[in-house]
């Protein structure tokens, strides 16, 4: 054996894995420049929310500037909020400046998502272990299998002839 520690990752499980450990590093790199452009999109789009918040609380506070004494005027407060606030929201979400950052932000989300499941399937190769796609394929067959032989029963109790005893 060995007394250098490289020589450890020649032998056993961990070879596999120092082979693909280039493959793991190079999907970091890669979803960091993702993971910046998700990070930009969501602080974008919590900006473009907290906005649009402040924004409608002003105009609640000028058109009711006094705190409501009674249940009446509590009630008359409720619906100006919820008006103003249902417009202004109604009016972020249907602008283009909104959709736009959003579908940004899903589309860099899934190329995240697309990056830690290339590096988690590397791991799981290295281990030895079957991946998510190799697993939905034997669910399939399995559902397959289970369809088929309980098509298989069905016809047989059609087909099987009842004896009846006399008795």
């Given amino acids: 054996m ?3 520690p490289q020589a450890l990752t020649s032998v056993g499980p961990m070879r596999n894995f120092s082979s693909n ?3 793991i590093a190079t999907e970091l790199l890669d979803s ?3 993971l910046v452009e998700f990070n930009k999109r969501l602080t974008e789009y919590y900006q473009q929310l907290a906005d649009t918040w402040a924004k409608a609380q002003k105009k609640v506070n000028a058109k009711m500037p006094e705190i409501p004494n009674d249940q009446e005027q509590f009630d008359a407060y409720k619906r100006i909020w919820i008006d103003i606030f249902d417009n202004d929201f109604t009016e972020l979400f249907d602008s283009h400046k909104f959709g736009d950052n959003y579908g940004k932000l899903v589309a860099s989300e899934l190329e995240l998502s697309k990056h830690w499941e290339k ?3 590397v791991m799981l190769q290295s281990a030895n ?3 998510k796609k190799e697993i939905d394929e ?3 067959e399995l559902h397959d299998l289970r369809k088929r032989v309980a098509k298989l029963e ?3 109790k059609v087909s099987k002839p ?3 005893k006399d008795g």
């Fill in 21 to 23: 450990a280039k493959k």
């Fill in 32 to 34: 960091n420049e993702d």
């Fill in 154 to 156: 069905s016809q047989t």
């Fill in 129 to 131: 272990l079957p991946n």
């Fill in 2 to 4: 060995s007394s250098k």
């Fill in 162 to 164: 009842r004896n009846k």
């Fill in 119 to 121: 590096m988690i399937n």
């Fill in 138 to 140: 034997v669910y399939k």
